[in-house]
């Protein structure tokens, strides 16, 4: 491009308002200000415009315009990411994809939805009920969060256990790359001729393309559902109730833990009556027909005694299972109202590990002063402690930030991942560097360059570059205590 | 016994020569996917063992040689099984082998295919670096997703040196139930039971019957066969009915004549095509015998939301998969050249320009 940066940025500018209505195309940085950051609020970039197009040939345009000036685009769903995965980058524009947000299809034969990527998780299964049918993965943000997020982040939910991710139940994308060129990948039968470039879509963070539309399995919605409280005096006995269960014979539809300060918090917001004098409770689902229910439900009791539960209730009636359902989903805010500000942490380790993982965690929780509170998807190992500070008292912000950095550490020490369902983002690019060796990550870069030659697409997130590990290894050097703290390192 | 060292010598010598490589397993594969010329061989197979298997956590791991009948025996000690129920093909089939075939069986439509249940995989790419993706955990959305897009690749972007599996339990019980239909009757009835809550697990139709198995508790079984009804198999019946389709032992797959496979969304209504047709899946996956024009089989299959392979027998010296469009095909050679910039790994055996 010739011209000066100023009439370059103009024109840039110029040829995108011709191309979307009034509405379509902010940037006063008062209109910018709500675009910010996603869910993980102390990562902030002002981008340079925000553009909301309204179906897949406005997209295709901005991309190709943003191609033509060499911009960056950062994709953006509803906002809810926790990983930073929508937060602007410096001179780039947002691509909003919430004005997509028709549900195109729902085919009863075939049991599929075809959708935009602005339609927010729960509508699905909201449109798909009356025919007896839902969307499975159920993030506890699923009154927000939009479908295309879902898919960049491979999301889960309480009942994945059983159900599965998103990437176990999307059939088919609709996909832009970084210059537009529109790509079907998947397809609507079992599977598709070729790579499954599907999977590598799911939780691909936006980097390697934007989703126009997703095509998505139904499920029939089960005859019966009852959940199960159960009580524990310690995290261990109710982590052992776990493995009991799944080494029995029986996946649960959800089977959740949460410790005693989640506990509180959660029953202080919901009042959903669960134990407050608990060191951990355990929420299990089970579902299917009517007299399977009983049998089930027999068996998890007696397992649950055995394992030493001191109390248990169950929840038959749709009311109070929801009401139960509710304290869970409902715990992150719950704990948010315990402190200023809270960090939410999202590693997977083994399930037979959990016990010395909580106790490190509260050794160093007692080490940092800062209290953490622990939600966990028991059943599928991944761990969501809430680190607890106050970013304006002096230090907190950091040390929860180290606090966190080292919980991560040890889940991949333990053999499990620093991320289950929030993804990388910007927030564990460092992270990114314990878990993975530099070949490792030159292979996932290649990855990018084939999807993204010019590297346009959410540029900076999810994988860290190899120069930036090397200085992170040098660092390391001294015991994790990172040299000038001051220095932003994101 | 571990033989990655050997393995990664030997592809960094190739790599350094730019030499293609032949990656087996079993090496009896041969018939699926593209016939290409004689390279040297990687020999996978004695790369065997179970390397960590916790029941309880749910998951397995084991090096990509080890024999498929060796897992599913070590499985079923412990109750439990590989959920996708991958067809052997063969008493040596290795579990590399049929996870780059990416093959699943009749419990594919209800529980999830190979693909769904990989949770992890150690490799070694076309530069011979050994790397690992993925892990042991149920959940991990870490760097993208490159287990998953190695099952089915035909060892085209890289050697599966190790893999993590998912696994669950047994079903308590299995029951098989049989209708008389016709071809429209069976995918009718194959999709509204499939939107509702039962607990099915297989589905056929062979040419006048449809089969339909139950799996779950004995009570579950019980409720839903009462609502399903139809003649019951003998319990040593339904499980060798199932075991010879998913061995291509059942009698519509006997004979040379080329067997071609159609993937089409599974309501899809009988397609107008002489000869015989054997349904699965739900309607999902279905099979075809003889010489047939493949452009237009492939075109008839995308109408309906799919794709055509020639499986096996035919001419395999062409193409056997459906070809990409040509975005998607360019995509495709660029991911390649990412994993393999030499192209030595089995190149050809997908497509011909790959
Ligand atoms: C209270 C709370 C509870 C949560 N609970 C869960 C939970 O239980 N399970 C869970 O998995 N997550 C949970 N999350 C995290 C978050 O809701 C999910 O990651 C969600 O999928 C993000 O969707 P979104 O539409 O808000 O995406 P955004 O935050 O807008 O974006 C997320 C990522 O997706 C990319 N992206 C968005 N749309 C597209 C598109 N169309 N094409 C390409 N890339 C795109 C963005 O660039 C970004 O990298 C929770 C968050 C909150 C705040
Ligand atoms: C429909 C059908 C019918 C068959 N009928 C017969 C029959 O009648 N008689 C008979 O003897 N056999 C038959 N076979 C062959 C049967 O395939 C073999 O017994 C067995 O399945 C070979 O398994 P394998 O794991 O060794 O695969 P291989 O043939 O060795 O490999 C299959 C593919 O996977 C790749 N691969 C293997 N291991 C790896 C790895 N670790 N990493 C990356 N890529 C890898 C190979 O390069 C190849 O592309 C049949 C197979 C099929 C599918």
């Not at chain 1, 080490?367 to 028991?378: C, I, M, P, S, T």
């Amino acid at each position: 491009m010739a011209g000066s940066p100023d009439s370059e940025h103009a024109a840039f500018l110029s040829a995108l308002r011709a191309l979307l209505p009034d509405d379509g195309l902010l940037t006063q940085s008062e209109d910018l200000h709500p675009y910010e950051c996603d869910g993980l609020s102390v990562l902030r970039e002002l981008p340079l415009a925000v553009v909301l197009p309204r179906h897949r040939a406005e997209v295709q345009a901005v991309l190709k315009i943003c191609q033509q000036y060499a911009v960056a685009v950062v994709p953006r769903g509803a906002g809810t990411g926790l990983s930073g995965g929508a937060r602007p980058c410096a001179g780039a524009i947002v691509l909003s994809l919430a004005r997509l947000k028709q549900i195109r299809a729902l085919d009863t034969s075939n049991r599929t939805a075809r959708v935009q990527p602005g339609v927010r998780n729960l509508a699905i299964s909201e449109a798909a009920r009356p025919m007896g049918l839902y969307y499975a993965p159920d993030p506890s943000s699923q009154i927000a969060c939009t479908i295309g997020g879902n898919v960049a982040e491979n999301s889960g939910g309480v009942h994945c256990l059983k159900y599965g991710l998103t990437v176990h139940n999307v059939l088919a994308l609709e996909v832009l790359d970084a210059s537009g060129e529109r790509l079907e990948i998947g397809s609507q039968a079992p599977d598709s001729p070729g790579y499954d470039l599907l999977a590598l879509m799911m939780g691909s963070e936006g980097l390697l393309g934007i989703v126009t539309e997703c095509t998505l399995r139904l499920l029939p919605v089960p005859e019966n559902t009852l959940v199960l409280l159960a009580a524990f005096a310690s995290v261990v006995a109710a982590a052992d109730a776990v493995s009991a269960i799944i080494a029995a014979g029986i996946i649960p539809a959800g089977l959740e833990m949460m410790d005693q300060l989640a506990i509180e918090a959660a029953e202080d917001f919901v009042h959903a009556g669960y134990p407050r004098d608990a060191a951990a409770i355990l929420l299990c689902e089970l579902d299917g027909t009517e007299a399977e229910l009983q049998e089930r439900l027999r068996a998890v009791e007696k397992l649950l005694q055995r394992q030493g539960a001191t109390s248990i209730r169950i929840a038959a009636d749709a009311e109070t299972r929801l009401l139960l359902w509710k304290g869970r989903k409902a715990a992150f805010p719950a704990v948010g109202r315990l402190a200023p500000d809270y960090y939410c942490m999202d590693g997977t380790i083994p399930r037979k590990r959990l016990a010395e993982v909580l106790e490190q965690i509260a050794i160093w929780s007692a080490e940092y002063g800062l209290r953490v509170a622990n939600v966990f998807h028991a059943g599928d190992g991944n761990l969501h402690p809430l680190i607890l500070y106050d970013a304006n008292v002096e230090e907190q912000l950091h040390a929860a930030e180290a606090l966190g950095q080292r919980i991560l550490e040890l889940c991949v020490a333990v053999g499990g991942s620093i991320t289950g369902e929030h993804g990388v983002g910007v927030e564990k690019l460092d992270s990114m560097c314990a878990q993975f060796t530099p070949a490792e990550l030159a292979q996932l870069h290649r990855i990018k360059a084939a999807f993204d030659p010019e590297g346009r697409l959410n540029p900076g997130k999810a994988v860290p570059s190899l120069h930036r590990c090397a200085e992170l290894g040098a660092m390391h050097v001294h015991h994790g205590q990172l040299p000038f703290p001051e220095l932003e390192r994101f | 016994m571990d033989q990655r060292e050997r393995l990664q010598e030997q592809v960094r010598e190739a790599f350094q020569q730019s030499r293609p490589l032949q990656i087996q397993g079993a090496g009896t594969k041969r018939f699926y996917g593209r016939k290409t010329a004689d390279a040297e061989p990687l020999l996978l197979r004695e790369h065997q063992g179970i390397v960590d298997y916790e029941p309880s956590e749910l998951f397995v791991t084991l090096r990509a040689g080890t024999s498929l009948q060796t897992l599913q025996e070590q499985l079923a000690e412990a109750g439990q099984m590989l959920p996708f129920e991958p067809p052997f093909f063969g008493a040596e089939a290795t579990i590399g082998g049929t996870l780059a075939c990416g093959f699943s069986g009749p419990r594919r439509p209800y529980a999830g295919s190979a693909r769904d249940y990989v949770l992890g995989v150690h490799m070694l790419n076309g530069l011979g670096e050994s790397l690992r993706f993925g892990g042991q955990v149920m959940k991990n959305v870490a760097g993208y997703d490159v287990s998953r897009l190695l099952v089915g690749s035909l060892g085209t972007l890289g050697i599966l040196l190790e893999v993590t599996l998912k696994v669950l339990p047994r079903p308590e019980r299995e029951l098989t139930l049989v209708h008389d239909t016709d071809m429209a009757t069976a995918i009718v009835r194959m999709n509204q039971w499939a939107g509702q809550p039962l607990p099915l697990s297989a589905s056929a139709w062979d040419g006048a019957h449809l089969y339909l198995r139950l799996s779950g508790t004995e009570k579950a079984v019980a409720a839903a066969q009462s609502k399903i009804g139809g003649a019951v198999l003998d319990e040593n019946d339904g499980i060798l009915f199932w075991k010879n389709l998913r061995e291509h032992r059942h009698v519509f797959f006997q004979g040379s004549a080329a067997l071609w496979r159609l993937a089409v969304a599974p309501a899809t209504p009988p397609l107008a095509l002489p000869g015989q047709t054997l349904i699965e899946w739900g309607g999902g996956q279905r099979w075809l015998r003889g010489q047939r024009d493949a452009s237009a089989l492939q075109t008839l299959a995308a109408e309906h939301g799919g794709h055509a392979t020639l499986f096996r027998g035919g001419d395999h010296a062409k193409e056997v998969f459906q070809p990409l469009p040509p975005a998607l095909f360019a995509l495709h050679q660029r991911l390649k050249n990412a994993f393999d910039p030499h192209g030595i790994l089995n190149p050809g055996r997908l497509y011909a320009a790959l």
